[in-house]
Nanobody
Framework: QVQLVESGGGLVQTGDSLRLSCAASGRTFSLYAMGWFRQAPGKEREFVAQ????????YYAESVTGRFTISKDNGKNTVYLQMNTLKPEDTAVYYC????????????????WGQGTQVTVSS
């Protein structure tokens, strides 16, 4: 099993920055990639960003490209999501997730999920 614990959410204003963290523990050697997803009220969970376990490859949703950066501290088994130039439409619960066998953006391919952290961007 793998446990994921997110932190770093909060209330910010348009244009501000925020950094989310996701600490992974347990059988992390079995992981292939980590990702961030978000879910706004009344909407489906959507892919935000992804990084492979070694940290060498990243991929982003078009809506956050150029504003968000995903990174990984291999020594701490922690993945970060640096969010810059935040917009009200970025408001959502952000989830960290991990997958064992694929480099996918489909949430159904992810095996482990954190509890989520709320990000609210006021206009």
């Amino acid at each position: 099993q793998v446990q994921l614990v997110e932190s770093g959410g909060g209330l910010v204003q348009t244009g501000d920055s925020l950094r989310l963290s996701c600490a992974a523990s347990g059988r992390t050697f079995s992981l292939y990639a980590m990702g961030w997803f978000r879910q706004a009220p009344g909407k489906e969970r959507e892919f935000v960003a992804q990084i492979n376990w070694s940290g060498g490859n990243t991929y982003y949703a078009e809506s956050v490209t150029g504003r968000f950066t995903i990174s990984k501290d291999n020594g701490k088994n922690t993945v970060y999501l640096q969010m810059n130039t935040l917009k009200p439409e970025d408001t959502a619960v952000y989830y960290c997730a991990a997958e064992r066998t694929a480099y996918s953006t489909n949430p159904y391919d992810f095996d482990y999920w954190g509890q989520g952290t709320q990000v609210t961007v006021s206009s």
